[in-house]
């Protein structure tokens, strides 16, 4: 069964510019991607910034979070954010994981 691990962030009014977007996903995006992540998404509203990722398992998602590349990207994630006001990890609301009960993919994506 698929794992969905969603991350929500409170951005204490401060933009999500497209800077820290593609921070996460040029450093945690494709690095996941490249290690079974089967997709991904961030998305933001006035008040917090939500990022999803989907994997075929927890293991697979579990080898990723407990790499040391995945504390590497924390890293550069943390200096991004940081400098447009939203402090990692203080600022996260929750995170969770679970199983994928249902999920349609249109056909060509």
């Known amino acids: 069964m698929p794992i969905a691990r969603y991350?929500?962030?409170?951005?204490?009014g401060n933009e999500v510019t497209e800077e820290m977007a593609n921070t996460w996903k040029d450093n945690f995006l494709a690095?996941?991607?490249?290690?079974?992540?089967?997709?991904?998404a961030l998305a933001a509203d006035?008040?917090?910034?939500?990022?999803?990722?989907?994997?075929?398992?927890?293991e697979t998602m579990n080898s990723?979070?407990?790499?040391?590349?995945?504390?590497?990207?924390?890293?550069?994630?943390?200096?991004s954010w940081g400098a447009g006001g939203i402090t990692?990890?203080?600022?996260?609301?929750?995170s969770?994981?679970?199983e994928l009960l249902a999920m349609?993919?249109?056909e060509g994506m």
């Open 88 to 94: 990692l990890p203080d600022d996260v609301e929750f």
């Open 7 to 12: 991350w929500s962030v409170k951005t204490g």
């Open 64 to 79: 990723v979070i407990d790499s040391d590349a995945y504390q590497d990207i924390a890293e550069v994630m943390t200096a």
């Open 31 to 40: 690095y996941a991607i490249e290690n079974g992540c089967m997709r991904g």
């Open 46 to 58: 006035d008040e917090r910034v939500i990022a999803v990722s989907v994997w075929p398992d927890l």
């Open 104 to 106: 349609v993919v249109p």
């Open 96 to 98: 969770c994981n679970g």
